[in-house]
């Protein structure tokens, strides 16, 4: 009867060992298998076809010139806000039939974020000249999507809207054929010479005045007003006071000279010049006999 018991109770321990190791192998082989990787939720290509349409009712609004349009479009919090929407009015007032146009665009979307690197070519037509120009470039746009959905952000790289679209301005200065024109020879009596400035400068179309400074070669200085005679084009056409001094008076309208012969030099800083150069200061000069 005993031997019954203890071989019916040793086959109940090999039973339950069984069982043990069974369940410690099962365990061993959950624990050995990989754990699936966290998928951190991403946009989908819906969501980064709807931020290059917004990118690009941004772009049809800047080649018809609403800029109201482009506001409601551009992030509030956006850094240079205000500078780019001068630049797209600059734009408007310098350039007709504006077409711009991307290539080689590639988007990548997140949940709410998405960037969008694209090549761009601009083609427009001069209001001052007439004539057709281009400019390319390549930039990245930051689009942020929030409540109303996608928006502008920011603008890396070239800049299709303002910068880029700068033009070096053109300078000139020479003496004028004015009735009455005297030079200068005595210390007390102060002459004027006839001169003519011109300056043209696509990125002012609009504007209705422009400065320039006048400087003499001893380092005294004036200002000067030129008037537009069309968008872009600014001139002046009239004398310029000169006085033999030893001593420069900036207060006063009149440049002071030592002798005579001398140089006169006429200066103009180009705020926008354009290929994302800095500004820009042209200088012209002429001689006074």
């Given at each position: 009867m ?8 040793l ?8 069982g043990?190791?069974?369940?410690v192998s ?28 917004a990118?690009?009712e941004?772009?049809?609004?800047y080649?018809?010139?609403?800029v ?12 240079g ?34 960037v ?12 001052t000249?007439?004539?057709p ?7 990245m746009?930051?689009m ?20 880029q ?16 024109a ?6 007390a ?5 006839p ?8 990125d ?17 200085r ?27 008076n ?16 006429v ?9 994302n ?9 002429i001689?006074?006999?």
């Amino acid at each position: 009867m005993r031997k019954k018991l203890l071989a019916s109770g040793l086959g109940l321990l090999l039973l339950a060992g069984a069982g043990f190791i069974q369940s410690v192998s099962a365990a061993e082989e959950i624990a050995s298998e990989p754990k699936p990787a966290v998928v951190k939720p991403v946009a989908d290509l819906a969501e980064a076809q709807k931020a290059q349409l917004a990118l690009d009712e941004v772009i049809r609004a800047y080649e018809m010139g609403n800029v109201n349009l482009i506001r409601t479009r551009l992030d509030p919090a956006m850094i240079g806000y205000q500078r780019l929407i001068d630049g797209i009015i600059q734009d408007g007032n310098a350039f007709k039939q504006i077409r711009l146009h991307l290539f080689d665009t590639q988007v990548v979307a997140g949940p709410d974020v998405a960037v969008i690197q694209t090549s761009w070519e601009k083609r427009f037509l001069s209001v001052t000249s007439f004539q057709p120009g281009i400019f390319s470039g390549r930039s990245m746009f930051l689009m942020h999507r929030g409540k109303e959905g996608w928006r502008m952000a920011a603008v890396s790289g070239d800049n299709p809207f303002s910068s880029q679209s700068g033009v070096l301005g053109q300078l000139t200065f020479g003496p004028a054929m004015i009735p009455g024109a005297t030079i200068p020879t005595a210390l007390a009596a102060p002459g004027f010479i006839p001169v003519q400035i011109a300056v043209t400068d696509p990125d002012l179309a609009g504007q209705n005045t422009l400065t320039v400074e006048i400087a003499s070669a001893q380092g005294d200085r004036i200002n000067v007003t030129l008037t537009a005679a069309s968008p872009g084009y600014f001139i002046y056409n009239g004398p310029v006071s000169m006085q033999k001094s030893p001593s420069n008076n900036f207060a006063d309208q009149v440049l002071q000279i030592i002798t005579v012969p001398t140089m006169l030099s006429v200066r103009y800083l180009d705020n926008n010049p354009g290929s994302n150069r800095p500004p820009s200061m042209l200088t012209r000069s002429i001689a006074v006999q």
